[in-house]
Protein backbone atom coordinates (compact mmCIF):
# COMPACT_ATOMS: atom_id res chain seq x y z
CA UNK A 1 0.00 0.00 0.00
CA UNK A 2 1.55 3.13 -1.19
CA UNK A 3 0.13 7.03 -0.53
CA UNK A 4 0.28 6.97 -4.24
CA UNK A 5 -2.65 4.59 -4.70
CA UNK A 6 -4.27 6.19 -1.84
CA UNK A 7 -4.12 9.16 -4.29
CA UNK A 8 -5.47 7.09 -6.95
CA UNK A 9 -8.60 5.98 -4.73
CA UNK A 10 -9.77 9.75 -3.74
CA UNK A 11 -9.36 10.43 -7.12
CA UNK A 12 -11.35 7.98 -8.21
CA UNK A 13 -13.86 8.37 -5.74
CA UNK A 14 -14.07 12.43 -6.18
CA UNK A 15 -14.63 11.72 -9.65
CA UNK A 16 -16.67 8.88 -9.94
CA UNK A 17 -14.60 7.97 -13.71
CA UNK A 18 -11.20 6.26 -14.28
CA UNK A 19 -10.34 8.90 -16.90
CA UNK A 20 -11.49 11.87 -15.60
CA UNK A 21 -9.36 10.80 -12.00
CA UNK A 22 -6.28 9.68 -13.98
CA UNK A 23 -6.16 13.27 -16.09
CA UNK A 24 -6.17 14.73 -12.25
CA UNK A 25 -3.62 12.21 -10.71
CA UNK A 26 -1.40 13.40 -14.32
CA UNK A 27 -1.21 9.66 -14.54
CA UNK A 28 -2.49 7.59 -17.83
CA UNK A 29 -5.73 5.74 -17.32
CA UNK A 30 -4.60 2.74 -17.33
CA UNK A 31 -1.76 3.08 -14.95
CA UNK A 32 -4.59 4.57 -12.21
CA UNK A 33 -6.39 1.40 -13.07
CA UNK A 34 -3.81 -1.03 -12.54
CA UNK A 35 -2.29 0.50 -9.15
CA UNK A 36 -6.25 0.45 -7.90
CA UNK A 37 -6.81 -3.24 -8.94
CA UNK A 38 -3.42 -3.70 -6.99
CA UNK A 39 -4.03 -2.29 -3.85
CA UNK A 40 -7.63 -4.11 -3.64
CA UNK A 41 -6.10 -7.20 -4.10
CA UNK A 42 -3.47 -6.13 -1.35
CA UNK A 43 -6.64 -5.63 1.11
CA UNK A 44 -8.50 -8.55 -0.19
CA UNK A 45 -11.74 -6.45 -0.81
CA UNK A 46 -13.08 -4.44 -3.26
CA UNK A 47 -12.93 -0.89 -2.98
CA UNK A 48 -15.31 0.25 -6.00
CA UNK A 49 -18.22 -1.18 -8.08
CA UNK A 50 -17.53 -0.66 -11.64
CA UNK A 51 -21.65 -1.93 -12.30
CA UNK A 52 -22.53 0.82 -11.49
CA UNK A 53 -22.53 4.07 -13.71
CA UNK A 54 -21.07 6.14 -12.88
CA UNK A 55 -19.24 3.67 -10.09
CA UNK A 56 -20.12 4.23 -6.59
CA UNK A 57 -17.32 2.72 -3.81
CA UNK A 58 -18.56 -0.13 -1.81
CA UNK A 59 -19.67 -0.13 1.83
CA UNK A 60 -16.41 -1.11 2.80
CA UNK A 61 -14.57 0.78 -0.29
CA UNK A 62 -16.01 4.19 1.55
CA UNK A 63 -14.69 3.15 5.05
CA UNK A 64 -11.35 2.50 3.50
CA UNK A 65 -11.34 5.89 1.27
CA UNK A 66 -12.38 7.86 4.20
CA UNK A 67 -9.18 6.44 6.05
CA UNK A 68 -6.99 7.27 2.95
CA UNK A 69 -8.57 11.10 2.91
CA UNK A 70 -7.37 11.19 6.32
CA UNK A 71 -4.07 9.79 6.09
CA UNK A 72 -3.33 11.86 2.67
CA UNK A 73 -4.70 15.02 4.54
CA UNK A 74 -2.21 14.68 7.86
CA UNK A 75 0.69 13.52 5.68
CA UNK A 76 -0.11 16.69 3.26
CA UNK A 77 0.07 18.46 7.28
CA UNK A 78 3.39 17.31 7.87
CA UNK A 79 5.08 18.85 4.74
CA UNK A 80 3.16 21.47 5.48
CA UNK A 81 4.79 22.10 9.07
CA UNK A 82 8.19 21.52 7.21
CA UNK A 83 7.18 24.25 5.11
CA UNK A 84 6.15 27.10 7.49
CA UNK A 85 8.92 25.90 9.82
CA UNK A 86 11.31 27.35 6.91
CA UNK A 87 8.79 30.29 6.24
CA UNK A 88 8.23 29.34 2.69
CA UNK A 89 4.81 29.94 1.10
CA UNK A 90 4.39 27.19 -1.75
CA UNK A 91 2.29 24.64 -3.03
CA UNK A 92 -1.31 23.92 -4.18
CA UNK A 93 -4.83 24.26 -2.28
CA UNK A 94 -7.90 23.77 -3.14
CA UNK A 95 -10.23 26.36 -2.20
CA UNK A 96 -14.16 26.63 -2.27
CA UNK A 97 -16.44 30.14 -2.15
CA UNK A 98 -20.17 30.46 -2.67
CA UNK A 99 -21.52 31.51 -5.79
CA UNK A 100 -23.36 34.91 -4.24
CA UNK A 101 -19.42 35.81 -3.48
CA UNK A 102 -17.29 34.36 -6.15
CA UNK A 103 -17.88 37.26 -8.56
CA UNK A 104 -17.64 40.10 -6.56
CA UNK A 105 -14.82 39.19 -4.01
CA UNK A 106 -12.38 37.14 -6.38
CA UNK A 107 -11.63 39.83 -8.42
CA UNK A 108 -10.54 42.06 -6.05
CA UNK A 109 -7.58 40.40 -4.51
CA UNK A 110 -7.07 36.94 -6.70
CA UNK A 111 -4.20 38.53 -8.85
CA UNK A 112 -3.01 41.02 -5.74
CA UNK A 113 -2.31 37.78 -3.88
CA UNK A 114 -1.09 35.54 -6.80
CA UNK A 115 1.64 38.01 -7.64
CA UNK A 116 2.81 38.50 -4.06
CA UNK A 117 3.09 34.23 -3.61
CA UNK A 118 4.08 33.08 -6.79
CA UNK A 119 4.81 29.83 -5.54
CA UNK A 120 1.70 29.18 -4.74
CA UNK A 121 -1.29 27.43 -6.59
CA UNK A 122 -4.78 27.96 -5.68
CA UNK A 123 -7.20 25.88 -7.56
CA UNK A 124 -10.61 28.14 -7.07
CA UNK A 125 -13.75 26.03 -7.25
CA UNK A 126 -17.57 27.79 -6.57
CA UNK A 127 -19.52 25.49 -5.07
CA UNK A 128 -22.75 26.22 -2.31
CA UNK A 129 -21.72 26.22 1.37
CA UNK A 130 -23.47 22.59 2.38
CA UNK A 131 -21.39 20.93 -0.48
CA UNK A 132 -18.00 23.33 0.81
CA UNK A 133 -18.29 22.27 4.29
CA UNK A 134 -18.58 18.80 3.23
CA UNK A 135 -15.59 18.98 0.97
CA UNK A 136 -13.60 19.94 3.94
CA UNK A 137 -14.38 17.40 6.39
CA UNK A 138 -13.33 15.07 3.67
CA UNK A 139 -10.10 16.36 2.25
CA UNK A 140 -11.20 17.45 -0.75
CA UNK A 141 -10.80 21.26 -0.16
CA UNK A 142 -7.99 22.82 2.09
CA UNK A 143 -9.56 26.00 2.30
CA UNK A 144 -12.99 27.56 2.35
CA UNK A 145 -14.74 31.17 1.92
CA UNK A 146 -18.32 31.57 3.19
CA UNK A 147 -20.98 32.79 5.38
CA UNK A 148 -20.45 31.70 8.79
CA UNK A 149 -21.20 31.04 11.69
CA UNK A 150 -21.47 27.39 10.76
CA UNK A 151 -20.80 26.06 14.05
CA UNK A 152 -18.84 22.30 12.88
CA UNK A 153 -16.86 20.89 15.22
CA UNK A 154 -14.51 20.04 12.33
CA UNK A 155 -14.09 23.13 10.65
CA UNK A 156 -12.22 26.71 11.97
CA UNK A 157 -14.01 29.66 11.30
CA UNK A 158 -11.45 33.10 11.03
CA UNK A 159 -13.95 36.35 10.13
CA UNK A 160 -12.87 38.32 7.41
CA UNK A 161 -15.35 40.92 7.12
CA UNK A 162 -18.81 41.98 7.05
CA UNK A 163 -21.00 42.26 4.03
CA UNK A 164 -24.25 44.54 4.47
CA UNK A 165 -27.44 43.47 2.67
CA UNK A 166 -28.97 46.60 0.51
CA UNK A 167 -32.22 46.64 -1.04
CA UNK A 168 -32.71 46.48 -4.35
CA UNK A 169 -35.87 47.50 -5.99
CA UNK A 170 -37.58 48.63 -9.16
CA UNK A 171 -37.12 52.31 -9.72
CA UNK A 172 -41.07 52.88 -8.91
CA UNK A 173 -41.41 50.64 -5.97
CA UNK A 174 -41.80 52.72 -2.19
CA UNK A 175 -39.15 51.35 -0.43
CA UNK A 176 -36.73 53.61 -2.41
CA UNK A 177 -38.95 56.46 -1.52
CA UNK A 178 -38.20 55.87 2.53
CA UNK A 179 -36.32 58.11 4.66
CA UNK A 180 -35.17 55.46 6.48
CA UNK A 181 -35.32 51.30 6.48
CA UNK A 182 -36.21 48.89 8.82
CA UNK A 183 -35.96 44.83 8.11
CA UNK A 184 -39.82 44.56 9.78
CA UNK A 185 -40.89 46.91 7.71
CA UNK A 186 -40.63 44.85 4.36
CA UNK A 187 -43.55 42.96 2.75
CA UNK A 188 -43.80 39.32 1.36
CA UNK A 189 -45.10 40.94 -1.63
CA UNK A 190 -42.96 41.36 -4.35
CA UNK A 191 -40.14 39.48 -2.44
CA UNK A 192 -37.65 37.67 -5.08
CA UNK A 193 -35.35 35.59 -3.86
CA UNK A 194 -32.34 32.93 -4.83
CA UNK A 195 -32.94 29.25 -5.58
CA UNK A 196 -33.37 26.32 -2.58
CA UNK A 197 -29.67 25.97 -1.52
CA UNK A 198 -28.17 29.29 -1.36
CA UNK A 199 -27.65 30.41 2.24
CA UNK A 200 -28.22 33.76 1.09
CA UNK A 201 -31.95 32.89 0.16
CA UNK A 202 -31.83 31.65 4.05
CA UNK A 203 -30.47 34.85 5.30
CA UNK A 204 -32.96 37.11 3.35
CA UNK A 205 -36.16 35.37 4.54
CA UNK A 206 -34.68 35.51 8.22
CA UNK A 207 -33.93 39.19 7.97
CA UNK A 208 -37.82 39.47 6.54
CA UNK A 209 -38.94 36.60 9.16
CA UNK A 210 -40.63 35.41 6.25
CA UNK A 211 -41.64 31.77 5.29
CA UNK A 212 -39.94 29.84 2.93
CA UNK A 213 -42.16 31.02 -0.12
CA UNK A 214 -42.14 31.96 -3.92
CA UNK A 215 -42.01 35.56 -5.62
CA UNK A 216 -45.66 35.78 -7.27
CA UNK A 217 -46.28 39.15 -9.12
CA UNK A 218 -48.79 39.31 -11.75
CA UNK A 219 -49.39 35.56 -11.84
CA UNK A 220 -45.17 35.52 -12.27
CA UNK A 221 -43.34 32.90 -10.36
CA UNK A 222 -39.57 33.31 -10.37
CA UNK A 223 -36.34 31.83 -8.45
CA UNK A 224 -32.72 32.01 -9.42
CA UNK A 225 -29.25 31.03 -9.25
CA UNK A 226 -27.87 34.28 -9.83
CA UNK A 227 -27.86 37.61 -7.89
CA UNK A 228 -27.92 39.40 -11.50
CA UNK A 229 -30.51 37.55 -12.46
CA UNK A 230 -32.58 38.81 -9.74
CA UNK A 231 -31.53 42.56 -10.70
CA UNK A 232 -32.28 42.09 -14.20
CA UNK A 233 -35.51 40.73 -13.77
CA UNK A 234 -36.47 43.51 -11.21
CA UNK A 235 -35.37 46.21 -13.04
CA UNK A 236 -37.44 45.42 -16.13
CA UNK A 237 -40.64 44.22 -14.59
CA UNK A 238 -40.98 45.14 -10.68
CA UNK A 239 -40.78 43.94 -7.37
CA UNK A 240 -37.84 43.88 -4.75
CA UNK A 241 -34.68 41.09 -3.20
CA UNK A 242 -31.73 41.89 -1.11
CA UNK A 243 -28.55 41.90 -2.03
CA UNK A 244 -25.00 41.46 -0.67
CA UNK A 245 -23.32 44.67 -0.73
CA UNK A 246 -20.34 43.65 -3.00
CA UNK A 247 -22.40 42.88 -5.46
CA UNK A 248 -23.37 46.97 -6.29
CA UNK A 249 -22.35 48.26 -9.50
CA UNK A 250 -22.23 51.73 -8.68
CA UNK A 251 -22.16 52.54 -12.23
CA UNK A 252 -25.19 50.69 -12.99
CA UNK A 253 -26.97 49.53 -9.58
CA UNK A 254 -26.95 53.33 -7.52
CA UNK A 255 -30.51 54.00 -8.31
CA UNK A 256 -32.03 51.00 -7.77
CA UNK A 257 -30.07 50.38 -3.93
CA UNK A 258 -31.66 51.53 -0.42
CA UNK A 259 -29.62 50.87 2.84
CA UNK A 260 -30.79 49.90 5.98
CA UNK A 261 -31.04 51.56 9.33
CA UNK A 262 -27.63 51.40 11.53
CA UNK A 263 -27.37 48.63 12.60
CA UNK A 264 -27.76 46.84 9.26
CA UNK A 265 -28.22 43.23 8.77
CA UNK A 266 -25.12 42.26 7.06
CA UNK A 267 -23.58 38.44 6.52
CA UNK A 268 -20.49 37.16 8.51
CA UNK A 269 -17.71 36.49 5.84
CA UNK A 270 -14.75 33.96 6.59
CA UNK A 271 -11.98 31.34 5.83
CA UNK A 272 -12.41 28.36 6.80
CA UNK A 273 -10.90 25.43 7.08
CA UNK A 274 -10.54 21.65 8.60
CA UNK A 275 -8.93 21.81 11.87
CA UNK A 276 -6.06 19.69 10.99
CA UNK A 277 -4.90 22.38 7.95
CA UNK A 278 -2.23 24.23 10.18
CA UNK A 279 -0.89 26.57 7.39
CA UNK A 280 -0.64 29.52 10.03
CA UNK A 281 1.55 31.60 7.51
CA UNK A 282 -0.34 30.94 4.67
CA UNK A 283 -3.69 31.63 6.16
CA UNK A 284 -2.29 35.00 7.50
CA UNK A 285 -1.05 35.81 4.19
CA UNK A 286 -4.64 34.70 2.94
CA UNK A 287 -6.69 36.91 5.11
CA UNK A 288 -4.64 40.09 5.24
CA UNK A 289 -5.00 40.00 1.02
CA UNK A 290 -8.83 39.52 1.78
CA UNK A 291 -9.18 41.54 3.94
CA UNK A 292 -7.48 44.87 2.36
CA UNK A 293 -9.22 44.30 -0.73
CA UNK A 294 -12.89 45.04 1.03
CA UNK A 295 -14.26 48.71 2.03
CA UNK A 296 -13.08 49.23 5.42
CA UNK A 297 -16.36 49.79 6.66
CA UNK A 298 -16.70 46.08 6.06
CA UNK A 299 -14.47 44.94 9.20
CA UNK A 300 -16.18 46.64 12.01
CA UNK A 301 -18.08 44.29 13.44
CA UNK A 302 -19.89 46.49 15.48
CA UNK A 303 -21.82 48.67 12.45
CA UNK A 304 -23.74 45.57 11.98
CA UNK A 305 -26.19 42.92 13.13
CA UNK A 306 -24.74 39.17 11.81
CA UNK A 307 -27.94 37.28 10.30
CA UNK A 308 -27.60 32.95 10.23
CA UNK A 309 -28.06 31.11 7.58
CA UNK A 310 -28.52 28.12 9.60
Not at 91 to 102: D, E, K, S, V
Request: hydrophobic letters at 40%; one cysteine or more; charged letters at 25%.
Amino acid sequence: MTLQQLKYIVALDTYRHFVKAAESCFVSQPTLTLQVKKLEEEVGLTIFDRSSQPLVPTPMGEKIISKARYILRETQGLKDMVNERKNELEGTFRLGIIPTLAPYLLPLFVKEFSDAHPQIQLEIREINSEDLIESLRQGILDLGILATPISEASIKEYPLFYEPFLIYAHKNHPLLEMESLQAAELEEEGLWLLDKGHCFRNQVLNICDKSDLLCTINRLSFESGSIETLKNMIRSHSGYTLIPELAVNETMDTPFVKRFLEPQPAREISLVTHINFDRELLLNKLRQSITQSVPSPMRMESSYMTIDWK
